[in-house]
């Protein structure tokens, strides 16, 4: 998961740190400073295929897609519970080296009134007592009141193991923590990007608004040594901003972006293609190449590609890139757009006017945008 934005992203790369030093001691900032450190989380990166802003969106991607998809990552332990008994079904690997115990610490605030307070301290009993206790192991929780013996679904026959794990690592500080983030931001894939907008007729309004603020803050969390080229379309596809490394060129792509209208038709077939044959052109072997896709409705003027047929399909995967597709709004080809997505190993969306910010925002996440570092 994202380590911006996920404890399990952060204690991935934190447990890199631990294997790298050969330590199960706390790890501190001149711990994550090492060149070793470095170059093992640089080569850790390199084979990632994408982030997810959850572990549960992560699990849910495994399992609908299968092994062929995605048959690695780095999960809570009662996920593989919870939603792993399915075909085909998640086990837990323990790290050799160790790994961390997530815990969800509470405590009453000593600001709080009186009422509030005896409130609390009645929440927290009835959380470590026998019943909730029980509930949470359930639920694949570790219980944390010796009054409940660790057993099922904490079992073999569950994918789990009760006598794993043998080596905790302790929780570092906070500064440790923003170094490691910082670290994987540096040594993260970079991504080559091409963001394609429909800007046909029915897009005026309050929908070309929003997609060109929720556009502009896409672009501000996106990486310096990412790049990005930035499409157009409505009668014919357009190339905006052309293969730009966004660092030096970031304020002028935004610019861009703001100053786009809508008025046309929707050449979705054909400017999908287009977008794909410029990412076949720039991709490399040691970046992310991907394509997001925002369209409002059906396809009504493309000339070259009139289906997503065997012609188109093949133009679509020369790309190297996965495709991540929005159907924004009511109108929009959802069926279509969804099976470019799927075939290429993306993510289908479905969104409108109030969603397509937060959109956005999960497809920066995807990719390793920085949204949430340095909090």
């Given at each position: 998961?994202h380590?911006?934005l996920?404890?399990?992203?952060v ?5 890199l ?8 001691e ?10 070793v450190?470095r ?9 990632v295929?994408?982030f997810a802003?959850?572990?549960r ?17 780095v ?18 690997v323990?790290p050799?080296?160790?790994t ?5 610490p ?5 600001n ?13 009993a009835?959380?470590?007592?026998v019943?909730?206790?029980?509930r949470?192991?359930?639920n ?6 010796d009054?409940?013996p ?13 006598a ?5 690592f ?5 500064e440790?923590?923003f ?7 540096d ?9 394609l907008l429909?800007v046909?007729?029915?897009m005026?309004?309050?929908?070309i608004?929003q997609?060109?603020l929720?556009?502009?803050?896409f672009v ?7 790049r990005l080229?930035?499409?157009?379309f409505?009668?014919?596809?357009s190339?905006l ?7 030096p060129n970031?304020e002028?792509?935004i610019?861009a972006?703001?100053?786009?209208q ?10 999908i293609a287009?977008a794909?044959?410029?990412l076949?052109?720039t ?8 394509m997001?896709?925002?369209?409002d ?5 493309s000339?070259r590609?009139?289906?997503?047929d065997a ?5 679509v ?26 075939a290429t ?8 006017v109030?969603?397509?910010g ?8 995807a990719?390793?945008?920085?949204l949430?570092?340095?909090?």
């Amino acid at each position: 998961t994202h380590p911006g934005l996920s404890d399990s992203g952060v204690q991935t790369l934190l447990a890199l740190v631990h294997a790298a030093e050969s330590t199960t001691e706390t790890v501190t900032v001149a711990d994550v400073e090492n060149p070793v450190v470095r170059a093992s989380v640089g080569a850790f990166e390199g084979a990632v295929s994408w982030f997810a802003p959850t572990t549960r969106q992560l699990t849910t991607a495994m399992l609908d897609r299968g092994i062929s998809y995605l048959n690695a990552a780095v999960l809570y332990e009662n996920a593989v519970v919870t939603q792993g008994q399915r075909d085909p079904r998640l086990v837990a690997v323990y790290p050799f080296e160790g790994t961390f115990m997530a815990t969800y610490p509470t405590c009453v605030r000593a600001n709080m009134d009186a009422e509030t307070t005896g409130a609390a301290e009645t929440f927290l009993a009835y959380l470590s007592d026998v019943p909730a206790q029980q509930r949470a192991l359930a639920n694949g929780l570790r219980p944390v009141n010796d009054a409940v013996p660790l057993g099922p679904p904490i079992a073999l026959e569950y994918g789990v193991d009760p006598a794993q794990p043998q080596q905790v690592f302790p929780i570092p500080d906070a500064e440790t923590v923003f170094a490691v983030q910082g670290l994987w931001q540096d040594q993260r894939r970079n991504v080559n990007l091409a963001l394609l907008l429909d800007v046909s007729g029915s897009m005026e309004g309050a929908k070309i608004e929003q997609v060109r603020l929720s556009a502009m803050e896409f672009v501000r969390q996106m990486g310096d040594d990412d790049r990005l080229t930035v499409i157009i379309f409505s009668d014919s596809p357009s190339i905006l901003v052309n293969n730009q490394v966004v660092g030096p060129n970031r304020e002028a792509i935004i610019a861009a972006v703001n100053g786009i209208q809508a008025g046309g038709g929707t050449s979705l077939y054909d400017s999908i293609a287009f977008a794909a044959q410029a990412l076949a052109q720039t991709r490399r072997p040691d970046e992310v190449n991907a394509m997001v896709v925002l369209s409002d409705g059906q396809d009504t003027v493309s000339a070259r590609f009139t289906s997503a047929d065997a012609a188109f399909t093949q133009v679509v995967a020369s790309s190297g890139a996965a495709v991540y597709t929005i159907a924004y709004g009511s109108d929009a080809d959802q069926g279509v757009l969804r099976s470019i997505a799927l075939a290429t190993d993306g993510i289908a969306y479905v969104g409108d006017v109030a969603t397509i910010g937060d959109i956005y925002a999960e497809i920066s996440a995807a990719f390793g945008g920085s949204l949430g570092i340095g909090r």
